[in-house]
């Protein structure tokens, strides 16, 4: 993957985290605000990582 394009999602990846973290330490959050901001980060990771073993895959078979 590009340099550009991972520091793009590294970059969001810390958005996300910022985010859960912040509703970790909020005691006026929910739990299901804590869940969502938790879940959005994690299907970000998964993309990131299906999308890097695609690209991985296209580049040895080439």
Do not use: G, P, Y
């Not at 299901?32 to 998964?46: P, T």
């Amino acid at each position: 993957m590009e340099n550009e394009a991972k520091e793009r999602l590294r970059s969001i990846a810390r958005k996300l985290v910022d985010v859960s973290f912040a509703e970790a330490c909020d005691v006026a959050s929910t739990d299901d605000e804590f869940q969502k901001a938790m879940d959005a980060l994690v299907n970000h990771l998964k993309k990131v990582r299906r999308r890097s073993k695609e690209l991985h895959l296209e580049r040895h078979m080439v």
